[in-house]
């Protein structure tokens, strides 16, 4: 896995103990959402209202 294959775009704090983070796969373009609290975390895609991935088009892609 290449070292900079993902980008943080957004990053919440929803309490002292909580964030939510937007990562976007840059060979992909795949946007996930990480949520983590204290210790533990959890990473899905986003999807869109057919449910399917959201896909950030060419914006990495040279």
Not at 41 to 60: A, H, N, Q, R, W
């Amino acid at each position: 896995m290449a070292k900079d294959r993902f980008d943080i775009t957004e990053r919440e704090g929803l309490n002292l103990l909580t964030d939510a983070v937007v990562i976007i796969d840059k060979e992909t373009g795949v946007n996930y959402l990480y949520v983590c609290r204290g210790y533990g975390g959890g990473l899905t895609p986003l999807l869109d209202s057919e449910g399917k991935p959201i896909v950030t088009k060419d914006f990495y892609r040279k």
